[in-house]
């Protein structure tokens, strides 16, 4: 087994499995080390780590671009995706249809799924579906681009040369993102990944013995919870009784949730804690922030959002 920090020597790949978070003294070492290039999910990750913002995805996109393949803008993609359906799928309502079929056509191109393989099984509609993703695939490549959502496979396969990474934040890596960071990540590399015996977290399970078939080792870290913020990591993992003085509220909808949480933070900041220790945080970050800055408005709190927006046309 060989051990958690890397020196200039080490050759092995490690899967670093941690049975609550990470610890903050060996990830500082490893973010020090100089032939580690830190790749992030989120700019909230990386400013967590006090690093520039890079994700796989924009590492899978240079690659990409280095050798002449283009990433499709959400304009492109939805002009070619239309001339596809037109092609395909009997409608009068072109753009409907094609804006309707985005997101399972995105979760295929994601899961990496056989399109010619899917064309031959189930039912009518997944049989169209897959001919549909065929030809606005092929539409795309006679374009010299790829759909952003197939950016990590079609990266994956044109890796040539490796680097040495650590990948942190992933905690929950999607398909595509284990087969290219397996793909690109050199001896040396480290993954960081939670992996408690929780329901929540089985997925991470499978993912650690694939990873391990590739080649990985697995280094596990085993420790007592210290922090606040770690013992109630794991009453939510184990579905516990929170720590003493730690309370729990229930509201019957978001906005009465985002009423009640800014309430607190409107009672702390009367009793003078700073507003810059004091943090939010969502299950979806983009899904709870038009509430929450509407109504941090009405309270007139200082509320600043951390996550980007997008928009596809």
């Not at 309430?263 to 979806?284: H, M």
Request: net charge neutral; hydrophobic share 40%.
């Amino acid at each position: 087994m060989t051990h958690l920090l890397p020196s200039t020597e080490v050759e092995a790949r490690k899967l670093c499995c941690k049975i609550f978070t990470s610890d903050n003294l060996s990830i500082q070492k490893l973010i020090t080390h100089p032939n580690l290039r830190i790749i992030t999910p989120a700019p909230q990750a990386a400013r967590a780590l006090k690093v520039p913002h890079y994700s796989l995805e924009s590492l899978g996109q240079q690659r990409l671009i280095e050798n002449g393949i283009r990433v499709a803008s959400g304009l492109l993609a939805s002009r070619w995706l239309r001339t596809a359906v037109s092609e395909i799928i009997p409608t009068s309502d072109t753009e409907g249809t094609a804006r309707a079929i985005t997101p399972a056509l995105q979760a295929i191109l994601r899961a990496g799924v056989d399109l010619e393989q899917l064309a031959t099984v189930g039912s009518n509609r997944t049989r169209q579906l897959a001919e549909l993703a065929v030809a606005y695939t092929d539409l795309l490549k006679l374009q010299g681009m790829v759909d952003p959502a197939s950016v990590l496979w079609e990266a994956s396969r044109i890796v040539t040369k490796r680097q040495q990474l650590l990948i942190y934040g992933y905690f929950q890596p999607r398909v595509d993102q284990l087969n290219f960071l397996n793909a690109i990540a050199d001896d040396g590399s480290v993954i960081i990944l939670p992996c408690p015996d929780a329901p929540l977290l089985q997925e991470n399970r499978a993912a650690i013995t694939w990873l391990q078939q590739q080649g990985w080792q697995i280094q596990e870290w085993v420790e007592k919870c210290q922090t606040l913020g770690e013992q109630l990591t794991e009453c939510f993992l184990q579905s516990t009784n929170p720590p003493l003085g730690v309370k729990a509220h229930i509201y019957p909808h978001m906005e009465a949730e985002v009423r009640g949480v800014l309430t607190q933070v409107k009672s702390l900041l009367y009793q003078g804690i700073p507003a810059n220790e004091i943090v939010l945080v969502a299950r979806d970050d983009a899904f709870y922030g038009a509430t929450v800055l509407d109504i941090a408005n009405e309270y007139n709190l200082p509320i600043r959002a951390l996550y980007p927006t997008f928009r596809r046309y």
